[in-house]
């Protein structure tokens, strides 16, 4: 049937819709963290998965000075999101000096990473930039105010004035479920206090070793090895949450503690370099 062209012009022009606007991009895509030394080490910083179902371990990183292996494990961790703490278990902090004889040395609890960086910047900034000491301290004082001694840790008591630690969401209650030693002399004194505090709150934790030599390379290669241990516990604490409950006690059960030997031991194909020794202690 013909129309009127002439009626067309009496109707009136509806407007024309707006476009919606893009999807924001997917996480694969989305710029990944730079590692300490500037390097895109391919860490994506992970928002809380839901993969997992918001269940995550709580995680210690141990090293001698709580500076560079330590430090390490520490901020990768916190950018996949897990709560985490760290300590040394030295005496004293030790970095390097102008020799082998005149190490720099400082007290737990009461120095600034930001205070070291100040006064080795001031002393010799080449020398210390070039033996990457100040780029490490420079990642440190990003992480936490500056280094802790495990002997002095009150485990269990509130950590309030550790809020802006990366990775203190979640391990605010002073208490762990994974503490990893970097080097065997510091899993020896870990061991060897835990057994000296005598075990108060009668509550297990796994203390394992992985073995990463003190130098930036090998402390970027052990923070890879340690997020891969992470994932693996975590996964299977999340399932046997889901299952039968945290704590399995039939014979014929494999319990998360029970399966920790066998997670590490297929952890330690992938990580051949890497030696790893455990064990079960009580805080």
């Not at 009496?10 to 710029?31: G, I």
């Not at 390097?96 to 010799?124: A, C, H, R, W």
Request: aromatic residues 8%.
């Amino acid at each position: 049937m013909a129309t009127d062209p002439r009626l067309a012009r009496a109707v009136p022009r509806s407007a024309t819709p707006s476009q919606p606007p893009p999807p924001p991009p997917p996480l694969s895509q989305q710029k990944s963290a730079t590692g300490y030394d500037g390097a895109d080490d391919g860490v994506v910083v992970d928002p809380v998965s839901k993969a997992d179902g918001g269940f995550k371990l709580k995680f210690c990183t141990v090293c001698a000075s709580n500076q560079n292996r330590s430090m390490e494990a520490h901020l990768r961790l916190s950018l996949a999101s897990y709560p985490v703490i760290s300590f040394g278990t030295g005496s004293l902090v030790r970095l390097p000096g102008p020799s082998i004889t005149q190490p720099n040395v400082y007290p737990f609890n009461s120095t600034s990473y930001s205070q070291m960086y100040t006064e080795l910047s001031s002393k010799d900034s080449r020398l210390y930039r070039a033996n990457g000491l100040l780029t490490m301290l420079e990642r440190n004082r990003s992480v936490k105010w500056g280094p802790e001694r495990w002997q002095d840790w009150p485990v269990g008591k509130p950590r309030l004035d550790h809020k802006e630690d990366k990775g203190s969401r979640g391990a605010e209650g002073g208490i762990v479920d994974v503490v990893i030693t970097c080097e065997e002399r510091c899993w020896d004194a870990v061991v060897d206090n835990l057994l000296e505090r005598g075990s108060p709150l009668n509550r297990p934790v796994h203390v394992i070793n992985v073995d990463i030599k003190d130098n930036h390379e090998e402390a970027l290669v052990g923070g890879k090895a340690i997020i891969d241990l992470a994932d693996s516990l975590n996964e299977a604490a999340r399932l046997e949450r889901e299952g039968d409950g945290w704590r399995s006690t039939g014979d014929g059960d494999r319990s998360f503690d029970a399966r920790v030997p066998e997670i590490l031991a297929e952890w330690q194909e992938r990580w051949k370099n890497l030696p790893a020794l455990w064990t079960l202690a009580w805080f």
